[in-house]
């Protein structure tokens, strides 16, 4: 299944849609998880105007996670779709709902003009 955008670890696929480039990650986030991440947000940064990372299937997170998403904010318009509660709660408690942009919904991280 070369041509299939689904993969096995912490990236469940990676996609086109409605002009951004979307990756859905998934599982558990932490240090020991998200090196492929990194390089996929990373590769995704330099090469889309608008990076989506859906969060709805990712159940844990920790700081590792936060500083991946702040790190990659700086260097595109990120923007994160469909947070699982758990992970909705983490970025209020630490205040980067503030800084990100966050989006109830794919559709809308999507649709949104930032400018």
Same mark, same amino acid.
Do not use: W
């Given at each position: 299944?070369?041509?299939?955008?689904?993969?096995?670890?912490?990236?469940?696929?990676?996609?086109?849609?409605?002009?951004?480039?979307?990756?859905?990650?998934?599982?558990?986030?932490?240090?020991?998880?998200?090196?492929?991440?990194?390089?996929?947000?990373?590769?995704?940064?330099?090469?889309?105007?608008?990076?989506?990372?859906? @969060?709805?299937?990712? #159940?844990? =997170? $920790?700081? /590792? !996670?936060?500083?991946?998403?702040?790190?990659?904010?700086?260097?595109? &318009?990120?923007?994160?779709?469909?947070?699982?509660?758990?992970?909705?709660? @983490?970025?209020?408690? #630490?205040? =980067? $709902?503030? /800084? !990100?942009?966050?989006?109830?919904?794919?559709?809308?991280?999507?649709? &949104?003009?930032?400018?």
């Amino acid at each position: 299944m070369a041509d299939s955008p689904y993969h096995p670890g912490p990236i469940a696929a990676q996609y086109a849609h409605k002009g951004c480039h979307v990756i859905v990650a998934r599982g558990e986030l932490d240090l020991d998880t998200t090196p492929d991440l990194t390089a996929a947000l990373a590769k995704a940064a330099d090469e889309h105007d608008v990076v989506v990372i859906d @969060l709805s299937a990712v #159940t844990f =997170a $920790d700081s /590792a !996670l936060l500083n991946l998403l702040l790190r990659t904010h700086g260097a595109t &318009t990120l923007r994160i779709a469909a947070p699982h509660p758990r992970i909705m709660l @983490l970025l209020e408690l #630490t205040g =980067a $709902d503030q /800084a !990100l942009h966050v989006f109830t919904n794919l559709d809308d991280a999507c649709a &949104t003009d930032l400018s």
